[in-house]
């Protein structure tokens, strides 16, 4: 056998055994022997939405079923049933099959939903829900609010695990807190490798909840996952990340939303395509419609010259980690000064920041418009990230 074909087979072994392992996965929500006994008898705030799924059945079904006393449902971004843009506002309402009143964490009821008065229906929180292992990916960040709110007001705090479909590496600038935003809330890279069980542990541990407190806090592990697993997501996490291909994509693309260029809202490949319609050089065109889940995209009906991602294989996606090259090609294409290409259009205060926001710091616009390559600009977060990977190791629960 030569050398060519020894490394052909045994990277399909490894793919093989990941993918096996991945199906093999058990999340925490199925183990009920391991967190039914210590909620028993225990008013329950349950944080979750369409993802809290153990095949065809909710979470919340199984903890009715099971006899545990849910008060409350907190829904996040995008809303209990997960149907909501992104950014959009959501109304708290009642669960139609339950009868459970569902409190948005979400827009303008944020503020009531982490009120005393919400609070004293409740003993502790449970979190259940499918994270997508992103710095940007607003879920963790509310559960951070949650377990604020829980100390502030003498509560317990649970997460049902679930595994990190971009747990297998950490990379990107850790967040620069003068950016700290409802896009970053914590001092960790773009992809930090944490699944929200490991993210809960470590803002306990860490002292960045608020004031440095510790909320009491467990962890239902999931069952035959380690960061290597390549789970599959069996639901779309939220309306515009459908594939893997997408949420691999995610760590590379999402800068797109602090800039004039489309990422492909409104298309059937929202976060697997780039463009915009003064980009030369492209064979590749699209036009951002109005559709569920993204009603009023950037670039709405304006037919946008750029770049088609789906014929990417996945594990190369992944070896190349965050990867500005696309953000660096549509800014040569496009020729225009670098303030008007980092121009997302937005009027709300800190719009002309948002790019920073999401990449963590305010070095990485100026090593663009300077002309610098993308493996240079990764170099300069490289320290950050090995520091990182030892800060976080007391929290891992799973295997590397």
Known sequence: MNRKVMILALTMLVLFNISISAQNVVVAAARIEQYVPMLKGKKIGLYSNHTGMVGDKHTLDIMLENGLDVAVIFSPEH???????????????????????????????KKKALSKETFDKIDIIV?????????????????????????????EFMVLDRPNPNGMYVDGPVLNMKYKSGVGRLPIPIVHGLTMGEIALMANGEGWLKDGKKVPLAVIKCDNYSHQ??????????????????????PSICYFEG????????????????GHP??????????????????????????????????????????????LEYLI???????????EFFDNGYKYAGAKEFFEKLIGNGRVRKMIADGKSADEIKASWKDDVEAFKTQRKPYLLYAE
């Not at 997960?82 to 964490?105: F, H, M, P, Q, R």
């Not at 979190?127 to 609010?145: A, E, K």
């Open 229 to 250: 697993t390549r789970y599959v997501l069996p639901i779309a996490p939220s309306p515009n990340l459908r594939t893997m291909k997408s949420i691999y994509l995610y």
């Open 127 to 155: 979190t259940d829900i499918q994270d997508v292992g992103l710095r940007f990916y607003t879920y963790y960040c509310t559960m951070i609010d949650l377990m604020d709110a829980a100390i502030a007001n003498g509560k």
């Open 79 to 109: 809303g209990f049933r997960g149907t909501a843009d992104a950014g959009e506002s959501v109304k708290s309402s009642v669960d139609t099959k339950t009868g459970i009143s569902i409190e948005s964490l979400y827009g303008s009821n």
């Open 278 to 323: 003064d980009m030369k050089g492209c064979d590749f065109t699209f036009t951002p419609r109005s559709v569920e889940g993204a009603k009023n995209p950037p670039l709405l009906n304006k037919k946008c010259n750029g770049r088609d991602l789906r014929n990417l294989n996945n594990e190369e996606i992944i070896a190349k980690g965050v990867n």
């Open 259 to 274: 800039t004039a260029v489309s990422l492909g809202r409104g298309t059937d490949a929202p976060f697997e395509i780039y």
């Open 329 to 339: 090609d549509a800014y040569k294409k496009m020729n225009v000064p670098v303030d």
